[in-house]
């Protein structure tokens, strides 16, 4: 597949786990509907990132020495604490402003970190060598 459809089935899983969390962090209980959007949320992220990730590795290695560079780590212990939300949201560990603000900040920490691709340690290749 192509990278663009790499990217859009991580876009539609991004959609589907904010509006699965809007569901979980507002009503008095969770719902079988929000928890089964959560996990298909989930899997179309991780399906997709590592879709681009595959693509994108040559210009990773040539940029960051590494096809895993720091930044794509901290993306997927990201994703692993959304994965973790849906138990907090069921057993009401967070909930309300809290859990907005929590959920809210690291989705934008994800996408700062998809956007800017910093480097965060990661010598680039061109350094190494020398």
Same mark, same amino acid.
């Given at each position: 597949?192509? @990278?663009?459809? @790499?990217?859009?089935?991580?876009?539609?899983?991004?959609? &589907?786990l904010f509006? +699965?969390?809007?569901?979980?962090? &507002?009503? *008095?209980?969770?719902? *079988?509907? #929000? #928890?089964?959007?959560?996990?298909?949320?989930?899997?179309?992220?991780?399906?997709?990132?590592?879709?681009?990730?595959? *693509?994108? %590795? $040559?210009?990773?290695? #040539?940029? @960051?020495?590494?096809?895993? /560079?720091? =930044?794509?780590?901290?993306?997927?212990?990201? =994703?692993?604490?959304?994965?973790? +939300?849906?138990?907090? $949201? %069921?057993?009401?560990?967070?909930?309300?402003?809290?859990? =907005?603000?929590?959920?809210? +900040?690291?989705?934008? &920490?994800?996408?700062?970190?998809?956007?800017? %691709? /910093?480097?965060?340690?990661?010598? /680039? #290749?061109?350094?190494?060598?020398?």
């Open positions: 597949m192509e @990278y663009e459809t @790499y990217r859009l089935i991580h876009f539609v899983g991004i959609f &589907t509006f +699965a969390f809007g569901s979980l962090f &507002t009503g *008095k209980s969770t719902n *079988k509907g #929000a #928890a089964i959007g959560h996990g298909i949320g989930l899997l179309l992220v991780l399906l997709g990132g590592f879709g681009m990730q595959a *693509k994108m %590795k $040559a210009a990773y290695v #040539a940029s @960051y020495a590494t096809s895993f /560079p720091t =930044w794509l780590i901290i993306k997927i212990a990201i =994703w692993v604490v959304f994965g973790a +939300a849906l138990v907090l $949201a %069921k057993r009401r560990v967070i909930k309300g402003a809290v859990a =907005w603000v929590i959920i809210i +900040a690291l989705g934008i &920490t994800s996408a700062y970190l998809a956007f800017n %691709k /910093p480097a965060l340690g990661n010598k /680039p #290749a061109a350094v190494e060598s020398k």
